[in-house]
């Protein structure tokens, strides 16, 4: 059995090193190396979600869960980010900032007990391409809900504010949407 108040604990303890988020990751692949258990202690996902496990001014941890072929539109964290994947399958398109707004320049497929560290600078959109739920630990070397950020629109890549309240409303609005 997983417990998930020992991870929190490890992670907070492992954002102390001086290489903080590889410290933070190793935590965080430990823990999604038994899938099953974490899937077991969080629940079967059921609607796009984000429960919070930990939230500080230097640290936040939740675990995000996405619809089936749920889209997020390329966005910004401003602070470095681990994302960790126990059920399901997340795909990441990466994108540079130019001078002529951004443009996508890479590619990352991520499955059960995969993790991905990504830059302070990383703009990335996220999609489930599954016809089931995908769930992530998503780990913050930051306050990831109280900073303000960019997003930009999937259409036009017009740069849009963004930043925790407005994540959570595209995630309710993904359960309306389905119904959920
Ligand atoms: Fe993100």
């Not at 995969?114 to 070397?141: A, C, E, K, Q, W």
């Amino acid at each position: 059995m997983i417990d998930l108040d020992q991870f929190v604990a490890d992670c907070v303890a492992a954002n102390q090193e001086s290489e903080a988020q590889a410290a933070v990751n190793e935590v965080l692949a430990r823990l999604v190396s038994t899938p099953g258990a974490v899937l077991a202690a969080l629940g079967d996902p059921k609607s796009a979600g984000l429960n919070v496990l930990h939230s500080s001014p230097t640290l936040t941890i939740f675990a995000a869960t996405w619809t089936p072929q749920m889209n997020l539109m390329p966005h910004n964290h401003l602070m470095w980010a681990n994302i960790g994947i126990y059920t399901g399958r997340e795909d990441n398109i990466y994108w540079k900032q130019t001078s002529d707004g951004i443009r996508a320049f890479g590619a990352d497929a991520l499955f059960e007990k995969d993790t991905s560290m990504m830059p302070v600078d990383v703009v990335h959109s996220v999609t489930n391409p599954l016809l089931r739920f995908t769930g992530g630990i998503h780990i913050y070397g930051g306050d990831f809900f109280g900073t303000k950020r960019s997003m930009w629109n999937p259409e036009t890549l017009e740069e849009e504010p963004s930043d925790g309240d407005i994540i959570r409303g595209i995630f309710q609005r993904e359960n309306e949407r389905l119904g959920l």
